[in-house]
């Protein structure tokens, strides 16, 4: 359904028409992209800092793989799920600004909690404030982003927030590394805690609420958030989103299965100690993810502009093209694995901004913070609930057998997701050119020239 019909609907927290009618500065747009980004980094950071902590916790507690995946992911992915949609839909209609700096203020307070862990169970209740967290955050940060950033230039804009991304997956696993293996895993998990702390008030005081639909040139009232059931219907209703979204799972659920485990896999199968396999995954995750995020977004931007299905072909070619990578990375020598594992994120980040671009750019503005729940809910049931837990699960069935070459024959099984993610894309690319043009049109729902305040 397109921005510019009118439907009749209950009014949101913040009305439109009391918010800015004009796109601010470039200049605070960059230091607005700057904040998110930071804030990305911290979130993803204190998220996978404990994928080189698993040996040493394992052996404190006496925890089996399947316990640690609880921990590390399955925590999270539970309390993300029943987080993120109501999220979600307060972001539609609140204040993106206050969810995201509270959203920082909790999963700072639930990394300190995890490096006061006694046991099994405060580790989880961590872990599960880690979700909570996250899934404050996802929504309302990307549907900003949205609001400030034209359909044209949000690619681009995507790729900077994502570099986020980057940062966190290297500094997580190499400054975690470096820490546990100096001062221990509790500390380091409590040295992680602060840069939420310090960037929460910046977001407080610092940026402000755009209108929802500004960049597009949307009347404030052709903005107003529908009932959630008629959200989700009307989201459901456009062709190209459904297939696109399980693509994007699927390719998390490849991607996290191996990410998730590298260390551990590393320590087991090649010896190498998890201090040294996280500065070294860190950095391989740092260089791979950051020049795919930075060259997606353009990217797709340019060629997207000769033909809209671009952004779909590149979803589809990131699936198998990881896929392929993974089996070279558990069957090749020890040299070549974290090489491998930055081109694997190189593939996934290339098609991340992409993803978030279709997504922001097909439904309507009103219900951008839902659409991008959506997406995530599914991501992290599909993804994080299914590569990483599947992959603790099966490596504990087939222990018995193959001994600690378990992981790596378990982590073999998620590289088959490969192959539907690449046939949902192709299958959302058939559909996508028409759904853009019942969204209003690449160019805005409107048409009409943007006013932009210096």
């Known amino acids: 359904m397109a921005d510019h019909e009118t439907i009749p609907a209950k009014p949101s927290a913040l009305p439109p028409e009391t918010l800015p009618d004009v796109l601010p500065g470039m200049g605070y747009r960059a230091y607005f992209l700057l904040i998110m980004l930071l804030l990305s980094a911290s979130e993803i950071g204190e998220r996978y800092m404990l994928v080189v902590m698993v040996e040493p916790i394992r052996h404190e507690f006496g925890l089996s793989d399947?316990?640690?995946?609880?921990?590390?992911?399955?925590?999270?992915?539970?309390?993300?799920?029943?987080?993120v949609i109501p999220v979600g839909r307060l972001s539609d209609r609140g204040s993106k600004r206050?969810?995201?700096?509270?959203?920082?203020?909790?999963?700072?307070?639930?990394?300190?909690?995890?490096?006061?862990?006694?046991?099994?169970?405060?580790?989880?209740?961590?872990?599960?404030?880690?979700?909570?967290?996250?899934?404050?955050?996802?929504?309302?940060?990307?549907?900003?982003i949205a609001d400030l950033f034209p359909i044209k230039q949000r690619g681009t804009a995507l790729s900077i927030f994502l570099l986020g991304t980057s940062l966190g997956t290297f500094l997580g696993p190499a400054l975690g590394g470096w820490l546990t293996h100096e001062y221990g895993w509790r500390a380091a998990l409590m040295f992680a805690s602060i840069p939420g702390f310090i960037l929460a008030p910046l977001v407080w005081f610092t940026l402000r609420d755009p209108r929802p639909g500004l960049a597009d040139g949307i009347a404030a009232t052709k903005s107003v958030a529908l009932p959630f059931g008629q959200t989700i219907r009307e989201l459901l209703a456009i062709r190209t989103l459904p297939p696109l979204i399980l693509a994007a799972a699927l390719n998390a659920l490849l991607t996290l299965g191996l990410v998730s485990w590298a260390p551990a896999f590393m320590e087991r199968s090649h010896?190498?100690?998890?201090?040294?396999?996280?500065?070294?995954?860190?950095?391989?995750?740092?260089?791979?993810?950051?020049?795919?995020?930075?060259?997606?977004?353009p990217l797709a931007d340019f060629l997207g502009r000769r033909d809209l299905r671009w952004y779909p072909w590149i979803i589809a070619l990131g699936g198998a093209v990881s896929a392929s990578i993974g089996w070279f990375i558990l069957t090749g020598p020890s040299s070549s694995v974290f090489p491998l594992f930055g081109l694997t994120l190189l593939s996934g980040g290339l098609s991340a901004s992409p993803l978030m671009a279709m997504?922001?750019?097909?439904?309507?503005?009103?219900?951008?913070?839902?659409?991008?729940?959506?997406?995530?809910?599914?991501?992290?049931?599909?993804?994080?609930?299914?590569?990483?837990v599947f992959v603790g699960w099966l490596s504990d069935m087939l222990h018995p057998h193959y001994g600690e070459a378990s992981l790596g024959m378990a982590m073999r099984w998620v590289l088959l997701a490969g192959i539907p993610s690449t046939l949902l894309a192709y299958q959302a690319s058939r559909t996508c050119r028409h759904d853009f043009a019942a969204a209003g049109g690449w160019g805005g729902a409107s048409g009409k020239p943007l006013v932009t305040m210096h």
Not at 66 to 83: E, H, P, R
Not at 282 to 296: E, N, V
Not at 365 to 381: C, F
């Open 66 to 83: 399947f316990a640690i995946s609880m921990i590390k992911d399955l925590a999270i992915t539970v309390v993300y799920l029943l987080v």
């Open 98 to 144: 206050k969810i995201v700096a509270v959203s920082a203020v909790i999963w700072s307070t639930a990394v300190l909690l995890c490096g006061t862990a006694k046991g099994f169970w405060t580790l989880l209740i961590g872990r599960a404030g880690i979700g909570l967290g996250e899934g404050a955050f996802t929504p309302p940060s990307q549907s900003w």
């Open 271 to 297: 010896g190498v100690p998890a201090n040294v396999a996280g500065m070294q995954l860190g950095l391989a995750l740092l260089a791979g993810s950051a020049i795919g995020h930075t060259l997606g977004g």
């Open 359 to 388: 997504v922001t750019g097909l439904v309507p503005s009103r219900s951008r913070g839902t659409a991008v729940a959506l997406l995530m809910v599914t991501i992290q049931v599909v993804g994080l609930g299914g590569g990483p």
